[in-house]
């Protein structure tokens, strides 16, 4: 065989092995566009993802490949971010680019409650007018305002606030304020408890009839806890009577569907018969008192706002007589 033969034999080979790796590199590219195009049209069962936070089924609902559309709802019980509702029921069979709507709880805004407590009821109604949220302006309205005598205050001091300080709030809603005064008209209303005007506490919330109560020195209990699908009323003080010295209460009450960040809780113990009782919230050392007696105790009803994780403990006669950790099933 010629060299030039020769030659042309391995130039032939070598055109060959390019054909073929060239033809491989092109069958390689083809399946995986194939792989990538099957996949953006896959078939899926839908999940349920209602109830768990957007931003943890992300990624997974980008890797089923759906199109999808958020609508925001909010409802104060619920903490942000979480889904309500999603169009596509779970177990349904769903394909690449099919449509998902999935409803979120979330608002334009969510407002920080400050502490107005120490501060004079002037400046609390001017600051809630005008209250600076990434640089937008919000407000709050005045609610209810009652009033305790107080000497050792300032008249017109804000000793209590509903929702209270670090709360969560939405624009445009109440918060509720006690008042000290040294109004004679109010000395002799304290001074005989049982001509207290009851009647400008209902629909109080609880926490501020029973910092009112408290500070006055009065005896008083919950004698009744009325169940609502209200949340707009939960907490609130719906009736009052003055009975064997001590006054009792009807509260309002909303069970929720889960313990969030911030919400009311109802606690009914039979703890009797105890005297000289109180209840306190407590976290890391601090120490809030939501309710006083020293009168007869049989069973204890409360209503009492949380925000957070908090501690309750009972005490009577200075022993702790009952206490639960409550904890949000869900973070803030």
Same mark, same amino acid.
């Given at each position: 065989?010629?060299?030039?033969?020769?030659?042309?034999?391995?130039?032939?080979?070598?055109?060959?092995?390019?054909?073929?790796? %060239?033809?491989?590199?092109?069958?390689?590219? !083809?399946?995986?566009?194939?792989?990538?195009?099957?996949?953006?049209?896959?078939?899926?069962?839908?999940?349920?993802?209602?109830?768990?936070?957007?931003?943890?089924?992300?990624? #997974?609902?980008?890797?089923?490949?759906?199109?999808? #559309?958020?609508?925001?709802?909010?409802?104060? +019980?619920?903490?942000?971010?979480?889904?309500?509702?999603?169009?596509?029921?779970?177990?349904?069979?769903?394909?690449?680019?099919?449509?998902?709507?999935?409803?979120?709880?979330?608002?334009? !805004? @969510?407002?920080?409650?400050?502490?107005?407590?120490?501060?004079?009821?002037?400046?609390?109604?001017?600051?809630?007018?005008?209250?600076?949220?990434?640089?937008?302006?919000?407000?709050?309205?005045?609610?209810?305002?009652?009033?305790?005598?107080?000497?050792?205050? %300032?008249?017109?001091?804000?000793?209590?606030?509903?929702?209270?300080?670090? !709360?969560?709030?939405?624009?445009?809603?109440?918060?509720?304020?006690?008042?000290?005064?040294?109004? +004679? #008209?109010?000395?002799? %209303?304290?001074?005989?408890?049982?001509?207290?005007?009851?009647?400008?506490?209902?629909?109080?919330?609880?926490?501020?009839?029973?910092?009112?109560?408290?500070?006055?020195?009065?005896?008083?209990?919950?004698?009744?806890?009325?169940?609502?699908?209200?949340? !707009?009323?939960?907490? $609130?003080?719906?009736?009052?009577?003055?009975?064997?010295?001590?006054?009792?209460?009807?509260?309002?009450?909303?069970?929720?569907?889960?313990?969030?960040?911030?919400?009311?809780?109802?606690?009914?113990?039979?703890?009797?018969?105890?005297?000289?009782?109180? %209840?306190?919230?407590?976290?890391?050392?601090?120490?809030?008192?939501?309710?006083?007696?020293?009168?007869?105790?049989?069973?204890?009803?409360?209503?009492?706002?949380?925000?957070?994780?908090? $501690?309750?403990?009972?005490?009577?006669?200075?022993? @702790?007589?009952?206490?639960?950790?409550?904890?949000?099933?869900?973070?803030?």
């Amino acid at each position: 065989m010629t060299e030039a033969k020769k030659e042309s034999i391995k130039l032939i080979v070598r055109y060959g092995l390019l054909f073929v790796i %060239a033809a491989a590199l092109f069958l390689l590219m !083809a399946l995986t566009v194939f792989a990538l195009r099957t996949e953006s049209a896959g078939v899926w069962t839908m999940p349920n993802v209602s109830g768990s936070y957007y931003i943890d089924v992300h990624n #997974e609902l980008s890797r089923m490949n759906l199109r999808v #559309e958020i609508d925001r709802e909010y409802f104060p +019980d619920r903490p942000q971010g979480i889904i309500l509702t999603q169009s596509v029921l779970p177990g349904e069979v769903v394909r690449g680019r099919d449509k998902l709507v999935l409803t979120v709880n979330s608002y334009k !805004a @969510i407002l920080d409650v400050p502490d107005f407590k120490g501060t004079p009821l002037t400046a609390a109604l001017s600051s809630i007018k005008q209250m600076v949220q990434e640089d937008q302006v919000f407000s709050l309205q005045p609610g209810i305002v009652s009033y305790v005598y107080d000497e050792s205050m %300032a008249d017109g001091t804000v000793i209590d606030q509903f929702p209270p300080a670090n !709360a969560r709030a939405m624009p445009d809603s109440t918060i509720d304020f006690l008042v000290s005064s040294r109004k +004679d #008209e109010v000395k002799r %209303a304290f001074a005989n408890r049982s001509s207290i005007n009851v009647e400008q506490l209902k629909n109080v919330r609880i926490d501020v009839v029973s910092s009112l109560f408290m500070k006055a020195g009065v005896d008083y209990q919950i004698v009744k806890i009325n169940e609502t699908n209200d949340e !707009a009323k939960s907490g $609130q003080v719906s009736n009052i009577e003055y009975k064997n010295n001590q006054f009792e209460l009807t509260v309002d009450y909303r069970k929720p569907t889960k313990r969030f960040f911030e919400g009311f809780e109802s606690i009914t113990k039979d703890i009797g018969p105890s005297q000289n009782c109180e %209840a306190v919230l407590m976290n890391d050392g601090d120490e809030r008192l939501i309710w006083k007696s020293s009168g007869m105790v049989e069973e204890l009803k409360l209503v009492f706002f949380r925000v957070g994780e908090r $501690q309750l403990q009972v005490r009577c006669g200075g022993d @702790i007589v009952y206490k639960k950790n409550l904890r949000p099933d869900f973070p803030g």
